[in-house]
């Protein structure tokens, strides 16, 4: 066993004692590789991978889970910042049935479960309406906490008094909330407006006026009132007349910069806006057809007549009853003439029509236009953009600020264009014709390079062809010096043969090769 083991040593001091300087480097890279690969496999194959159990968790409560899970003997971690515990990712839904079954996590609020599961006879009315008011502060932040961008909130209520005397007015609730949002969230203003009605109307007598919110970052939740729309206030205002000015700026910058190049012109735009919001009713009547001159619904035609001698109602007004209000006549002794009358009542058909109008928030009243530009070759090029500019004002400004009558040159009057070289602005200035180089220059030129690249060509070829010779005599030299003759070649005859037989029975056989010594001396 020995042997054989120095056999397989020697063996392979040879095998590595005849590979080369990179065969070594290769083998050992290999194996060594070979090594990390098999120890990282072994590492991530047997560690344990720890997930969250619960996050966002007071600390106090981490500590109770903490200590049920090493009662347990789960292994766990407590995360950075002590509000989550990891535990391993196979363990996960196991604990999370478990630990609620033994009533984790507990946050400690009072919530209307609680009126269930502890109800009795010796609670007093300040205690049951602070149970209450914990309830109804806990189960609104759970309402709150439901909200996208919101991770957690805390519900502080003021609830008044009830009187005893029932002439005493009503107060009012209230109600401050402090939010913790998720980094980076904006709310938007229908969110926010979400939010104070859910507060409103979680809670009796709670105005929206009476609710504070705000976030971790003492940043308030305002709510915009109805009355601050587009046109009531200064800021609106001004943040329109902007808005309108700039859309109307880029949208003439864009065409004219197309026109004649975007570095090349620039352009201004001003606004006169009109905010007066109008609300009004119009009761209007017109005619059914307009055909026609009328359309009778009801006619009532009265007609009288009289001819002859005889008594009729009538006599001198100093006859008349001044008390009567001239409505009874002393009756006359005789009359002589005619009498007519004719009365007619019609009672056409008409349409009537009711309008409710508001008007608009905002009219545009007057704009101008400044545009000043590089000048351009075209001469028919300033023309070209007041009419556009002239078409764009047109269709801009309320028709109910175009005076009738429109002068000649009204709407050349709100164009100003300014045609002049920007201060600051580089440009190339023109080459004379003489000093161009002609083309023949840049052939030679062209001509030479490609000489000059060929030569470089051919030099460093020929450096490489020197270069590979001299590498072929160092290798020949090489081998001419590592050539050894071999020192074991001489002649095999009878009496060498006989003397190796010899050496090797003397060495593998000392007691053969001793008797056969002891034979010749006694033959001698």
């Not at 991770?151 to 009830?162: F, G, K, N, R």
């Not at 009796?204 to 308030?220: A, F, G």
């Given at each position: 066993?020995?042997?054989?083991?120095?056999?397989?040593?020697?063996?392979?001091?040879?095998?590595?004692?005849?590979?080369?300087?990179?065969?070594?480097?290769?083998?050992?890279?290999?194996?060594?590789?070979?090594?990390?690969?098999?120890?990282?496999?072994?590492?991530?194959m047997?560690?344990?991978?720890?997930?969250?159990?619960?996050?966002?968790?007071?600390?106090?409560?981490?500590?109770?889970?903490?200590?049920?899970?090493?009662?347990?003997g789960?292994?766990?971690?407590?995360?950075?910042g002590?509000?989550?515990?990891?535990?391993?990712?196979?363990?996960?839904?196991?604990?999370?049935?478990?630990?609620?079954?033994?009533?984790?996590?507990?946050?400690?609020?009072?919530?209307?479960?609680?009126?269930?599961?502890?109800a009795?006879?010796?609670?007093?009315?300040?205690?049951?309406?602070?149970?209450?008011?914990?309830?109804?502060?806990?189960?609104?932040?759970?309402?709150?906490?439901?909200?996208?961008?919101?991770?957690?909130?805390?519900?502080?209520?003021t609830?008044?008094?009830?009187s005893?005397?029932?002439?005493?007015?009503?107060?009012?609730?209230?109600?401050?909330?402090?939010?913790?949002?998720?980094?980076?969230h904006?709310?938007?203003?229908?969110?926010?407006?979400?939010?104070?009605?859910?507060?409103?109307?979680?809670?009796?007598?709670?105005?929206?006026d009476?609710?504070?919110?705000?976030n971790?970052?003492?940043e308030?939740?305002?709510?915009k009132?109805s009355?601050?729309?587009?046109?009531?206030?200064i800021?609106?205002?001004?943040?329109?007349?902007?808005?309108?000015?700039?859309?109307l700026?880029?949208k003439?910058?864009?065409?004219?910069?197309t026109?004649?190049?975007?570095?090349?012109?620039?352009?201004?735009?001003?606004?006169?806006?009109?905010?007066?919001?109008?609300?009004?009713?119009?009761?209007?009547?017109?005619?059914v057809?307009?055909d026609l001159?009328?359309?009778?619904?009801?006619?009532?035609?009265?007609?009288?007549?009289?001819?002859?001698?005889?008594?009729?109602?009538?006599?001198?007004?100093?006859?008349q009853?001044?008390?009567d209000?001239?409505?009874?006549?002393?009756?006359?002794?005789?009359?002589n003439?005619?009498?007519?009358?004719?009365?007619?009542?019609?009672?056409?058909?008409?349409?009537?029509?009711?309008?409710?109008?508001?008007?608009?928030?905002?009219?545009?009243?007057d704009i101008?236009?400044?545009?000043?530009?590089?000048?351009?070759?075209?001469?028919?090029?300033?023309?070209?953009?007041?009419?556009?500019l002239?078409?764009?004002?047109?269709?801009?400004?309320?028709?109910?600020y175009?005076p009738?009558?429109?002068?000649?040159?009204?709407?050349?009057?709100?164009?100003?264009?300014?045609?002049?070289?920007?201060?600051?602005?580089?440009?190339?200035?023109?080459?004379?014709?003489?000093?161009?180089?002609?083309?023949?220059?840049?052939?030679?030129?062209?001509?030479?390079?490609?000489?000059?690249?060929?030569?470089?060509?051919a030099?460093?070829?020929?450096?490489?062809?020197?270069?590979?010779?001299?590498?072929?005599?160092?290798?020949?030299?090489?081998?001419?010096?590592?050539?050894?003759?071999?020192?074991?070649?001489?002649?095999?005859?009878?009496?060498?043969?006989?003397?190796?037989?010899?050496?090797?029975?003397?060495?593998?056989?000392?007691?053969?090769?001793?008797?056969?010594?002891r034979?010749?001396?006694?033959?001698?």
């Amino acid at each position: 066993m020995k042997e054989r083991l120095t056999k397989i040593g020697t063996d392979l001091k040879q095998f590595w004692s005849s590979r080369t300087k990179r065969q070594k480097t290769t083998y050992i890279g290999s194996a060594a590789a070979v090594i990390i690969f098999a120890a990282m496999l072994t590492f991530f194959m047997s560690k344990t991978e720890f997930v969250p159990l619960y996050n966002n968790v007071s600390r106090a409560e981490i500590g109770r889970i903490k200590e049920e899970l090493d009662a347990q003997g789960v292994p766990s971690q407590i995360a950075p910042g002590g509000t989550s515990i990891l535990v391993p990712k196979e363990r996960v839904d196991d604990l999370l049935v478990t630990l609620a079954a033994e009533g984790y996590p507990n946050s400690g609020t009072i919530d209307y479960s609680f009126f269930s599961k502890n109800a009795g006879f010796g609670t007093t009315d300040n205690e049951f309406n602070i149970i209450k008011q914990a309830a109804m502060q806990t189960e609104l932040a759970n309402l709150i906490k439901g909200i996208e961008g919101v991770q957690d909130a805390s519900v502080m209520i003021t609830l008044p008094t009830q009187s005893v005397f029932l002439n005493e007015s009503i107060q009012n609730a209230s109600a401050a909330i402090m939010l913790k949002t998720e980094p980076g969230h904006q709310f938007t203003e229908s969110q926010i407006t979400a939010l104070y009605k859910l507060v409103s109307k979680s809670l009796p007598n709670l105005s929206t006026d009476d609710i504070l919110i705000m976030n971790q970052y003492s940043e308030y939740f305002d709510l915009k009132s109805s009355e601050q729309s587009i046109g009531t206030s200064i800021a609106n205002q001004m943040e329109l007349k902007k808005t309108i000015e700039r859309d109307l700026q880029r949208k003439v910058q864009m065409m004219l910069g197309t026109m004649v190049g975007q570095d090349r012109v620039i352009v201004s735009v001003t606004t006169d806006i009109d905010f007066k919001q109008e609300n009004r009713q119009e009761n209007l009547v017109d005619r059914v057809d307009e055909d026609l001159d009328s359309l009778a619904i009801s006619v009532q035609r009265i007609t009288e007549s009289f001819s002859g001698n005889g008594a009729i109602a009538g006599g001198p007004p100093e006859a008349q009853d001044p008390t009567d209000n001239r409505t009874n006549f002393v009756e006359g002794n005789t009359a002589n003439g005619d009498y007519d009358r004719l009365e007619e009542t019609i009672n056409n058909e008409v349409n009537r029509i009711r309008k409710d109008i508001v008007e608009s928030p905002y009219k545009i009243r007057d704009i101008g236009i400044q545009v000043m530009m590089e000048p351009s070759d075209g001469a028919d090029v300033e023309n070209d953009i007041r009419n556009i500019l002239g078409t764009i004002i047109r269709t801009s400004i309320d028709k109910s600020y175009v005076p009738t009558n429109v002068p000649a040159d009204y709407w050349e009057s709100k164009i100003a264009i300014s045609t002049q070289v920007f201060n600051g602005k580089v440009t190339a200035a023109p080459q004379p014709s003489q000093n161009v180089i002609p083309w023949w220059v840049y052939a030679v030129g062209a001509a030479l390079l490609v000489v000059v690249i060929l030569l470089i060509v051919a030099y460093f070829r020929k450096r490489k062809e020197e270069r590979e010779k001299e590498e072929e005599m160092i290798l020949e030299e090489q081998r001419e010096a590592l050539y050894v003759e071999d020192i074991n070649i001489e002649q095999e005859t009878e009496a060498t043969l006989r003397k190796k037989q010899l050496e090797k029975m003397a060495k593998d056989k000392p007691e053969e090769f001793a008797k056969l010594l002891r034979t010749w001396i006694a033959e001698d």
